[in-house]
């Protein structure tokens, strides 16, 4: 896995579409690339999962995007504007239109100041007209009493109320893309459910696209149009859900489905050995030559070492980076 | 599942403030003893006592009596009148150097703090070096090269106060800069300056309430010094160190009584303010945030 190319990438006007990016971290060893050549897109009204394990390159990914972190090439195309060479200005009329949804719903929120401020604070950045009603209605979208919620401040919520509350300061400039970088999974299982479906709902209602990032398969499974997987700052496999879960043709992808524990479905118990992952994910600072996932790939071959996987076509809307991709029938 | 949980059984108990145990009587106490001396000092030529520089016929030490409630010093001035008159300089030393010293050294501090690492480097290292003198010698220093007015004085110890007080503030905002609300305000397009002023100072104004009381604390102490060694405000105008001072150095003798009204003056206002930070800070501490 771990490939290069283009492939993938949808003809049709799409509404964020990343090209070729590059991120670079500097570290007291020189640079490290944490992002190399990494494409992908994101279409109108549609909700691409993002998964990979600890450490791939996920929330660099999500940052690049919002402008906290720098590329250092490539281009991130939203509605047509590069966001790497956008000047202040126009950086700033973007970042209206991308909102982020971060992994730690409390310390999301500002301690100090009350929710009314919180959720006001997006509309003055931008110098939107506001009054109580619109802020009350925001709320309500979100499932939040505002005569309860408004003069509070964030310590006096849970976790789950914390995650409503900075969905709904997300919502307040109606954005066309929310980044959601790991959502729930600071949340416990239950309040994990409630706040998936809130995004579905509001997704639905606010027509606007979704990037959503998480480690754990069956979040992305529930609430994705299209998943991509990420491995060691490279896509791995995109496609589909169905595609990609079912028909898994990357082993790390393959790997993953394998690690969720599936209870529901007793028939999914295949007859095929199960890939299980074993070390840690390879260090950014000397990634593997070649094929970067081969070190921990069980089919890995010579020609893995040498040549790195261009993505390619295996079926529709589904495409994948290796050199031996599982075939499955069906 | 719907959507239309509005959470309500969660939101009560939550709600209640965790504040319950209030600040003691003594932090009262401390308060209502400082904010005393302060109006005194402001309203004193308002006040029915005489005035401090007049003298009286009366036998100098003569002790505490009905006429002069603490007695006369040595050249037959009302003890109670300068100490009142006394606590305008060290008051207005105290608030005032300190307030200079939050203003520019909290500014700079913020500034520094937050996300520029070359001026951050820059500011820290001329802070490190004026801290590195030893407060005594650098204030007497500066008295020396200007004069011992009480703007002087007043704006030499603000300067020492502010790389203290820069450091205080610069710490403090840096650990704030990396907390994950100020990445959402950056995503949302927030200005430098506005993440400073509207994300990250609410957050540090705890601990410039307490670092403030403690540098007036601070503040007085030094103005005291100064005032013992003659280089505070120029007699015959009162003040607490100066009248220490004639106490001890009298020129017919020692008068304990007239060294001891304004130490305990000065202990107690010193003591007062510290105690007052010590509280807030254990208050903010606990969890209670911001103010």
């Known amino acids: 896995m771990a490939g290069s190319g283009n492939a993938h990438l949808r003809q049709a006007a799409e509404l964020l579409k990343i090209q070729n990016l590059k991120v670079e971290f500097a570290t007291p060893k020189g640079k490290t690339e944490i992002i190399s050549d990494f494409s992908i897109d994101v279409g109108d009204s549609e909700v691409l999962g993002v998964v990979g394990e600890s450490g791939c390159g996920k929330s660099t990914l999500a940052k690049t995007i919002v402008q906290i972190n720098k590329a250092k090439s490539g281009s991130i195309l939203f509605e047509g504007n590069d966001i790497v060479a956008l000047s202040k200005t126009q950086a700033k009329l973007i970042s209206k239109e991308i909102q982020m949804i971060f992994q730690d719903p409390i310390s999301s929120l500002n301690p100090a100041k009350k929710i009314r401020n919180i959720i006001s604070e997006p509309l003055k950045i931008h110098k939107v007209a506001f009054d109580e009603r619109s802020i009350n209605e925001t709320l309500s979208k979100v499932g939040l009493d505002a005569n309860i919620v408004l003069d509070r401040k964030p310590r006096q919520f849970s976790g789950g109320q914390c995650q409503r509350i900075s969905i709904a300061r997300a919502l307040g400039l109606s954005p066309k893309l929310l980044i959601c970088d790991e959502p729930v999974s600071a949340l416990d299982v239950s309040i994990q459910a409630q706040i998936l479906n809130l995004l579905i709902d509001i997704k639905d209602e606010f027509k606007m696209s979704m990037l959503f990032i998480s480690h754990d398969l069956s979040v992305i499974k529930y609430i994705a149009d299209r998943i991509a997987v990420m491995y060691l700052g490279k896509l791995c496999e995109v496609g589909s859900t169905d595609q990609v879960i079912l028909k898994s043709s990357h082993p790390y992808t393959q790997a993953l489905v394998d690690s969720v524990l599936d209870v529901n479905s007793g028939s999914s118990i295949k007859t095929r050995h199960k890939i299980e992952l074993k070390g840690e994910i390879p260090s950014f600072t000397k990634p593997p030559s070649g094929c970067r996932f081969r070190l921990r790939c069980p089919f890995a071959q010579p020609i893995c070492e040498q040549d790195e996987p261009q993505i390619r076509k295996v079926g529709e809307d589904h495409f994948v980076a290796c050199h031996f991709p599982i075939m499955q029938n069906g | ?291």
């Open chain 2, 1 to 291: 599942m719907t959507l239309t949980v509005t959470e309500k059984p969660n939101a009560t108990p939550v709600a209640k403030r965790s504040s319950s145990k209030g600040l003691g009587w003594f932090f009262w106490a401390c308060t209502f003893w400082v904010l005393a001396v302060i109006i005194l000092a402001i309203i004193a030529p308002l006040l029915p006592i005489d005035n401090p520089n007049k003298t009286f016929v009366c036998q100098p030490f003569s002790g505490p009596s009905g006429s002069h409630l603490l007695g006369c010093d040595d050249l037959g001035r009302d003890i109670l009148s300068r100490i009142i008159f006394g606590s305008r300089v060290s008051m207005f030393v105290g608030i005032v150097s300190i307030g200079i010293g939050l203003i520019i050294g909290g500014f700079l501090g913020l500034i520094s703090g937050y996300n520029n690492k070359k001026l951050d480097t820059v500011m820290n290292t001329i802070a490190n070096i004026i801290i590195s003198f030893p407060t005594l010698i650098l204030l007497l220093a500066i008295v020396a090269v200007f004069n011992h007015s009480l703007i002087v004085i007043t704006l030499s110890i603000s300067f020492i106060s502010i790389p203290l007080l820069f450091r205080v503030i610069r710490s403090a905002t840096i650990s704030v800069a990396n907390k994950e609300f100020v990445q959402a305000a950056r995503t949302m397009g927030s200005s430098r300056i506005r993440i400073v002023f509207v994300e990250i100072l609410p957050n540090i104004t705890p601990i410039i309430v307490v670092y403030g009381c403690l540098g007036i604390g601070s503040a007085i102490i030094a103005e005291g010094t100064l005032a013992f060694l003659g280089l505070s405000v120029s007699l015959p105008t009162p003040s607490w160190g100066n009248m220490i001072a004639e106490g001890a150095q009298s020129f017919l003798r020692r008068d304990f009584l007239l060294t001891l009204w304004p130490s305990i003056m000065i202990i107690m206002t010193v003591v007062c303010f510290n105690f007052i930070s010590q509280r807030l800070e254990g208050k903010f501490n606990s969890g209670d945030g911001a103010i």
